[in-house]
């Protein structure tokens, strides 16, 4: 069964990069240290951070992200004081390298998913991406991770070097018993921006032809796959999670960000000063949220105005819609 997941309104999602330092440098990075830094938050800080997100929801969710989470020694101390504050859910998001022995010093009980970076079906283009022997751990720590009771995810994101392989996931999904898969767009920030969008990112025509049948296929597996809608077309409601929803991308340097598309930019609305949240000035992400295009998503008119088609009287052929608006494709275990 496919359906659009509007974002949630009532739950607050908290994607804490609690470090830069990665062991990988991915051709699609989106860390940018210009607008990131190079810092490793402390124990001390990162709870103090995380009691600021839980005040504002009771059902807030956690994501530990980096740079690469499991470098970070106290990890699993961030782990247990997320739930001792009360997250209602806690993911860690992970290349696979799993350092510092991550899956021994955490249990399933404390994190509800690992979630696992991988994009290629095969060695040759996941490490093409990746990294030289990044496939093959990945694929290791998958394993360690199911075998210890661990709920695991996939995140898959697809760029021109590795849509071929989409389709060739959904074995290596049952093989592997992976509980969730998630489709990414690439993002043309931090890394990849160098690289260039010509060179990364899928065609309108590609997204729509393949993406939507791949996601119905690896969903046959008996899992939930989740892709971003990406396009609209110019009759159908458009929203901006930045005024609707409560997502937080929290970086070391303190920048909240309510909108990942604005990561590459000094744009976030709010900052961590002295272990308090302030509103920074004018102008920031939120002034631009409330800007009405008829292209939609306007951070995407900004920075990413060759994803537009327009007609000959100027207006747009479709519309992009929020980076943040999924579709779900839920496992049936069908044989259609
Ligand atoms: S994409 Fe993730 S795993 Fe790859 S270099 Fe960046 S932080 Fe590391
Ligand atoms: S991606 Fe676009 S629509 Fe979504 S929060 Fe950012 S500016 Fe708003």
């Known amino acids: 069964?496919?359906?659009?997941?509007?974002?949630?309104?009532?739950?607050?999602?908290?994607?804490?990069?609690?470090?830069?330092?990665?062991?990988?440098?991915?051709?699609?990075?989106?860390?940018?240290?210009?607008?990131?830094?190079?810092?490793?938050?402390?124990?001390?800080?990162?709870?103090?951070?995380?009691?600021?997100?839980?005040?504002?929801?009771?059902?807030?969710?956690?994501?530990?992200?980096?740079?690469?989470?499991?470098?970070?020694?106290?990890?699993?101390?961030?782990?247990?004081?997320?739930k001792d504050l009360g997250y209602q859910s806690i993911t860690i998001d992970t290349n696979g390298y799993l350092f510092n022995d991550i899956l021994a010093k955490v249990t399933p009980r404390m994190v509800d998913y690992f979630s696992f970076s991988l994009d290629g079906a095969t060695r040759k283009t996941n490490d093409a991406i990746r990294g030289e022997g990044s496939y093959d751990t990945c694929i290791n720590g998958i394993k360690k991770a199911v075998h210890k009771g661990f709920s695991t995810s996939l995140i898959y994101t697809v760029s021109k070097i590795n849509l071929h392989e989409l389709t060739a996931m959904e074995p290596l999904v049952k093989e592997l018993g992976i509980d969730r898969f998630f489709i990414q767009v690439i993002g043309i920030r931090g890394r990849s921006a160098a690289v260039g969008r010509d060179r990364l990112q899928v065609s309108r025509s590609e997204w729509l032809d393949i993406i939507p049948r791949a996601a119905e296929k690896i969903a046959r597996t008996g899992i939930t796959v989740v892709y971003p809608k990406v396009f609209l077309r110019t009759d159908e409601p458009f929203e901006c999670a930045g005024l609707v929803a409560e997502n937080y991308?929290?970086?070391?340097?303190?920048?909240?960000?309510?909108?990942?598309?604005?990561?590459?930019?000094?744009l976030h609305s709010e900052l961590f000063d002295d272990n308090r949240l302030i509103d920074t000035p004018k102008i920031n992400e939120k002034d631009l949220f409330n800007l009405n295009v008829p292209e939609g998503c306007v951070m995407n008119k900004l920075i990413q105005p060759g994803n537009l088609v327009y007609n000959r009287d100027g207006t747009p052929q479709y519309k992009i819609a929020c980076c943040m608006l999924k579709e779900e494709v839920s496992g049936s275990n069908s044989t259609l």
């Not at 991308?249 to 000094?266: H, K, M």
């Open 249 to 266: 991308f929290i970086f070391p340097n303190g920048r909240v960000y309510r909108c990942p598309l604005c990561e590459d930019f000094p």
């Open 1 to 82: 069964m496919q359906k659009t997941v509007a974002f949630s309104k009532h739950a607050t999602n908290v994607f804490f990069h609690i470090l830069t330092q990665c062991n990988l440098t991915c051709k699609h990075c989106y860390i940018n240290p210009a607008h990131h830094g190079k810092k490793k938050l402390d124990l001390a800080t990162i709870a103090a951070w995380l009691a600021v997100f839980v005040k504002k929801s009771p059902s807030a969710n956690v994501i530990f992200l980096g740079g690469e989470p499991t470098l970070h020694p106290d990890l699993p101390l961030a782990v247990n004081k997320a």
